[in-house]
């Protein structure tokens, strides 16, 4: 009896001149393929730096945050004082290093309150285990974690509690584990603050000027849509900037809360904008004359309240009163009395009622966009008094010695003396008067 014996081996050797081939392969594509990897990371830096340069200068602070809580750990004297508990610093500074101030202060102090909280309940609960004995400590631990769990599920059965079962030197762990959390906590917040800081506040970024919004992909036109849907964005920075100290034109009680006032005002004319929008880009038959009258009051209306709406935006980016906008907001208002003195005097008798109800709903759309502007103004207005806006108007100084002139020129007297004499004036007879006039 033969084997065949020779073809398994051309097989193998085959099979592994294919494998050897494929891992020489990936070995000369390794450079190219490195290199590709290398450019992309590079480009998405790059474009993110461009985008918001600020994103890059907070990886750079997380980074340095990471480093120096490490140091609890690798460095031999403090890893010597605070042993494998060190690593909850760094797990701190993962958690809690956030974007703006506000966002880091609010974490980081409710995580060290919470710590706090979960360190005494631990300890407290130990204690009153040690009263029911040996046999009974571990039941009454279990009945205390689940009394938490069920009856506050917002406070987490705390690890203290069941590890101290377990470890003798509870209050040295719980001491070790509150202070690396302190530390980590701490150089988050410092970091934040003190090293190219973002606020929560209504920043730049919030209100864009007509030149960056141009330079978006979206149109100009289109700009109302992006306020229907900040009332989260606007809830979450003013709840942020609660948090944070005082800083620049904002004081530590600054009227935040005045602030998603005038957003919800905000996006009650965005709503009417909309509800414009819906009209205009549609094609519809109207009454040419009705439109005619109403055109120009129209016009005046929407332009009047588009620069009312720029001057109170630049003023709560600028922080001064929006006295500006006043101006704008008196002329919407003569508008909408014209537009009532127009439709009076326009004849409908002969013009179809289909092709005037578009026209008169716009007309009506335009008249309540400018209600609503009147009532941002208001509402601005308030948190310019609230917020101590500066004026907007440049005091004149007067000086008290050479008093400002009204008129250029040079008055010469006609005569050197010039009395005048009123006798006896009454009102009730223009006769009666007698003015004489000496010289």
Same mark, same amino acid.
């Given at each position: 009896?033969?084997?065949? !014996?020779?073809?398994?081996?051309?097989? =193998?050797?085959?099979?592994?001149?294919?494998?050897?081939?494929?891992?020489?392969?990936?070995?000369?594509?390794?450079?190219?393929?490195?290199?590709?990897?290398?450019?992309?990371?590079?480009?998405?830096?790059?474009?993110?730096?461009?985008?918001?340069?600020?994103?890059?200068?907070?990886?750079?602070? %997380?980074?340095?945050?990471?480093?120096?809580?490490?140091?609890?750990?690798?460095?031999?004297?403090?890893?010597?004082?605070?042993?494998?508990?060190?690593?909850?610093? %760094?797990?701190? =500074?993962?958690?809690?290093?956030?974007?703006?101030?506000?966002?880091?202060?609010?974490?980081?102090?409710?995580?060290?309150?919470?710590?706090?909280?979960?360190?005494?309940?631990?300890?407290?609960?130990?204690?009153? /285990?040690? %009263?029911?004995?040996?046999?009974?400590?571990?039941?009454? *631990?279990?009945?205390?974690?689940?009394?938490?769990?069920?009856?506050?599920?917002? !406070?987490?059965?705390?690890?203290?509690?069941?590890?101290?079962?377990? =470890?003798?030197?509870?209050?040295?762990?719980?001491?070790?584990?509150?202070?690396?959390?302190? !530390?980590?906590?701490?150089?988050?917040?410092?970091?934040?603050?003190?090293?190219?800081?973002?606020?929560?506040?209504?920043?730049?970024?919030?209100?864009?000027?007509?030149?960056?919004?141009?330079?978006?992909?979206?149109?100009?036109?289109?700009?109302?849509?992006?306020?229907?849907?900040?009332?989260?964005?606007?809830?979450?920075?003013?709840?942020?900037? &609660?948090?944070?100290?005082?800083?620049?034109?904002?004081?530590? #009680?600054?009227?935040?809360?005045?602030?998603?006032?005038?957003?919800? *005002?905000? &996006?009650?004319?965005?709503?009417?904008?909309?509800?414009?929008?819906?009209?205009?880009?549609?094609?519809?038959?109207?009454?040419?004359?009705?439109?005619?009258?109403?055109?120009?009051?129209?016009?005046?209306?929407?332009?009047?309240?588009?620069?009312?709406?720029?001057?109170?935006?630049?003023?709560?980016?600028?922080?001064?009163?929006?006295?500006?906008?006043?101006? #704008?907001?008196?002329?919407?208002?003569?508008?909408?009395?014209?537009?009532?003195? /127009?439709?009076?005097?326009?004849?409908?008798?002969?013009?179809?009622? *289909?092709?005037?109800?578009?026209?008169?709903? =716009?007309?009506?759309? *335009?008249?309540?966009?400018?209600?609503?502007?009147?009532?941002?103004?208001?509402?601005?207005?308030?948190?310019?008094?609230?917020?101590?806006?500066?004026?907007?108007?440049?005091? !004149?100084?007067?000086?008290?010695?050479?008093?400002?002139?009204?008129?250029?020129?040079?008055?010469?007297?006609?005569?050197?003396?010039?009395?005048?004499?009123? #006798?006896?004036?009454?009102?009730?007879?223009?006769?009666?008067?007698?003015?004489?006039?000496?010289?």
């Amino acid at each position: 009896m033969t084997m065949n !014996i020779e073809p398994t081996t051309t097989m =193998v050797q085959v099979n592994k001149a294919g494998l050897f081939g494929h891992w020489w392969d990936c070995i000369k594509a390794l450079p190219g393929n490195s290199k590709s990897k290398i450019i992309n990371v590079t480009r998405s830096i790059k474009k993110i730096g461009q985008d918001d340069p600020r994103r890059v200068i907070h990886s750079l602070k %997380v980074g340095i945050a990471l480093t120096l809580v490490s140091l609890l750990y690798y460095w031999r004297p403090l890893y010597n004082g605070f042993g494998v508990a060190g690593m909850w610093a %760094v797990l701190t =500074v993962v958690v809690v290093f956030e974007f703006t101030v506000g966002a880091t202060l609010s974490k980081g102090l409710n995580r060290g309150f919470a710590t706090l909280l979960a360190g005494a309940l631990g300890i407290g609960g130990q204690h009153l /285990a040690t %009263v029911f004995g040996q046999r009974g400590e571990p039941i009454a *631990l279990g009945v205390l974690v689940f009394i938490l769990g069920t009856f506050f599920p917002k !406070i987490k059965a705390s690890l203290v509690t069941v590890s101290g079962y377990r =470890v003798e030197q509870l209050l040295e762990l719980a001491h070790q584990r509150l202070s690396t959390i302190l !530390i980590g906590g701490a150089t988050c917040m410092a970091i934040s603050l003190f090293v190219c800081p973002v606020w929560a506040g209504f920043e730049g970024e919030y209100f864009q000027s007509k030149q960056d919004i141009e330079k978006t992909e979206k149109s100009f036109l289109q700009g109302y849509k992006s306020v229907l849907n900040s009332k989260a964005t606007e809830e979450s920075l003013a709840n942020l900037a &609660r948090w944070e100290p005082g800083h620049g034109r904002f004081r530590f #009680h600054h009227p935040w809360k005045q602030y998603l006032k005038i957003g919800a *005002l905000a &996006r009650e004319c965005a709503y009417n904008i909309e509800a414009l929008n819906g009209y205009v880009n549609t094609e519809i038959q109207t009454s040419l004359l009705f439109k005619s009258e109403v055109k120009k009051s129209c016009t005046k209306m929407s332009s009047e309240s588009s620069k009312a709406l720029k001057a109170i935006s630049s003023s709560i980016k600028t922080m001064t009163e929006p006295s500006a906008a006043k101006f #704008h907001i008196e002329n919407s208002k003569t508008a909408i009395e014209e537009l009532k003195i /127009a439709l009076e005097t326009v004849c409908l008798e002969d013009a179809e009622l *289909l092709a005037i109800v578009p026209v008169a709903t =716009v007309a009506s759309i *335009l008249v309540e966009i400018t209600k609503s502007v009147e009532k941002i103004y208001e509402s601005v207005s308030v948190l310019s008094n609230l917020a101590h806006f500066k004026s907007s108007v440049e005091p !004149i100084n007067v000086s008290p010695e050479k008093p400002p002139l009204l008129h250029r020129g040079i008055i010469k007297p006609v005569v050197d003396n010039v009395e005048i004499v009123i #006798h006896d004036m009454s009102t009730d007879s223009p006769e009666k008067e007698k003015c004489s006039l000496k010289m």
